[in-house]
């Protein structure tokens, strides 16, 4: 640095800010696909254990119906509330993540309530069974099948829209990228007939580094959405 000019120096640090700010616009491009990877990843994890709970909830009101209820059917009942319980609880944290992630309006609030019901139903069927009312177990527990079986398909269709809202963002990315390049390009070619003309004014300069500005801009944007397309659909 002791050996450059003023101008060099200058050049340089205009050009270690702007290694900078691009390394920032990656990372930020980077976190906003990890973001959307994990959202994804969660609502089709939660979606397959709801279909299973749902599952065991049906086996379990079968088993109402040909055996004493006892203690063996409200422990079993019991434990599949704990893990309904603990299902509602990740949706609750899955809704808070998708409330504070920027420009996210979906959200699983409606999926975590029935997931909340069904454990409320699963724990008084446990008691009734705890207690022999066999009959009434039965339709607590067939109550906490119906609040958890839309469930899954729910969380399903929702992250299934929220791919298809992120593909036409990236499009319209692709759209606006397009528009601007078109108006570079003529930009350029007018810039070009002037410096044939012999303009070599600070004015041309200035214009020349807009350029430059304009098709790195362009090329950030192209970028981006190509990292969100290519992570795509699983």
Known sequence: LKRLDAAQLREALKQLAASAKAMREQLARSRELFQRAAIEGSMTTLAQDADELARQQREWNQQTQGAHADSTL???????????????????ALDSTMRRRAGEQSSVASERQRAGQAAGAMQQAAGQAQGGARDQARQSGEQAAQQLDPV???????????????????????????????????????????????????????????????????????????????????
């Open 74 to 92: 409200a422990r079993a009942e019991r434990d599949l509330a704990a893990q309904t319980d603990s299902l509602a609880a990740r949706l609750a």
């Open 152 to 234: 899954a398909q729910s969380l399903l269709r929702r992250r299934d829209a929220l791919r298809e809202r992120w593909r036409r963002d990236v499009l319209q990315t692709l759209d606006d990228a397009l528009s601007e390049t078109a108006d570079l390009a003529q930009r350029q070619m007018d810039l070009a007939g002037r410096m044939r003309h012999g303009d070599a004014s600070p004015d041309v300069r200035g214009a020349q580094a807009a350029l430059r500005e304009g098709a790195d801009r362009v090329l950030r944007r192209l970028q981006g959405a190509a990292g969100s397309e290519a992570r795509g659909p699983p």
